[in-house]
């Protein structure tokens, strides 16, 4: 560690103004000296905000004792200040952090709005040119079932597929094989299932909501396929049903219910001989 010694003369003052013998170059310049480490000192770290006080695991600075004859070490207890405190720098920061992260959520809340609103399908979503094909002869509407589990099933994941049946032209039908009375609520639910259906524009008669003991609402319930294929049946002949819509295998969310409702439209193609009823299910 090198040390920076002030100039201090043993001459007298007449000396230096030139009333005296000269100094020589030695007495003029003092240069930079090292002090020897002393053993078990530690060296002087550079401080800075926020460090930590002397404890015994980390006692303070050694300072190597002056020899006899020196000049004295003057150190300056100056220290380098920051524009800003690190206080209002971090707050600083964080504000920047939260304002970016502001106009990415709203810059991603318009760019859905806008591609929302730009499909011209009623839907409000892109469906596959090969999603229900015309019919073969001088048929052009389908009499379409639709298969859920419970009320509201059709507003939460089928209303964007019944919009475009409909814009097509197509006769839409609900078969709910439960009241959704998990809650108590069976009687509540399928009233506001009536309700969805008359803001859906299909006739009270084409919507049917059962109750069988053995297809009760819950997650631990597990439903019957081949009661649900046969339910199915009964309502593919009333109704003279050439489509089918319904869950998929995962069941859309997940639910148990809904997957039964999948394997029991299954179980029902297997057993329609005629192979005259097609159907979809959503993925």
């Not at 006080?53 to 380098?80: D, N, Q």
């Not at 971090?90 to 952090?97: D, V």
């Not at 419970?150 to 839409?172: R, W």
Request: with cysteine.
């Amino acid at each position: 560690m090198s040390y920076d010694l002030p100039l201090e003369f043993p001459q007298s003052r007449q000396a230096l103004i030139g009333h005296g013998p000269r100094p020589n170059q030695a007495q003029l310049h003092f240069r930079r000296r090292r002090w020897p480490a002393l053993p078990g000192a530690h060296r002087c770290p550079l401080h800075r905000i926020g460090s930590r006080l002397p404890s015994p695991s980390h006692p303070p600075c050694a300072t190597p004792p002056r020899r006899a004859g020196t000049p004295p070490v003057f150190f300056s207890s100056r220290r380098r200040s920051s524009s800003l405190p690190a206080s209002s720098a971090c707050c600083f920061s964080m504000a920047w952090i939260w304002m970016v992260l502001a106009a990415g959520a709203v810059l991603l809340w318009a760019i859905s709005l806008g591609r929302i609103l730009s499909y011209s399908s009623p839907s409000c979503v892109p469906l596959s040119p090969q999603f229900m094909p015309p019919l073969r002869g001088d048929r052009r509407s389908r009499n379409v079932l639709l298969v859920v589990a419970h009320p509201d099933d059709e507003s939460m994941f089928f209303a964007p597929t019944i919009l475009f049946l409909k814009s097509k032209g197509h006769n839409i039908h609900i078969l709910c094989m439960s009241r959704g009375n998990a809650d108590g609520l069976g009687n509540t639910r399928k009233e506001e299932l009536y309700h969805a259906c008359e803001t859906l524009k299909i006739p009270h008669e084409q919507v049917k909501v059962l109750d069988h003991p053995k297809l009760q609402d819950g997650f631990h319930e597990q439903w019957d396929h081949g009661l649900v294929a046969e339910l199915t049946m009964e309502h593919v002949l009333l109704w003279a049903i050439d489509t089918i819509v319904t869950f998929d295998s995962y069941g859309v969310s997940g639910h148990p219910n809904h997957k039964d409702v999948h394997h029991g439209i299954c179980k029902f193609l297997h057993a329609n001989r005629q192979g005259n009823v097609e159907a979809w299910e959503l993925v």
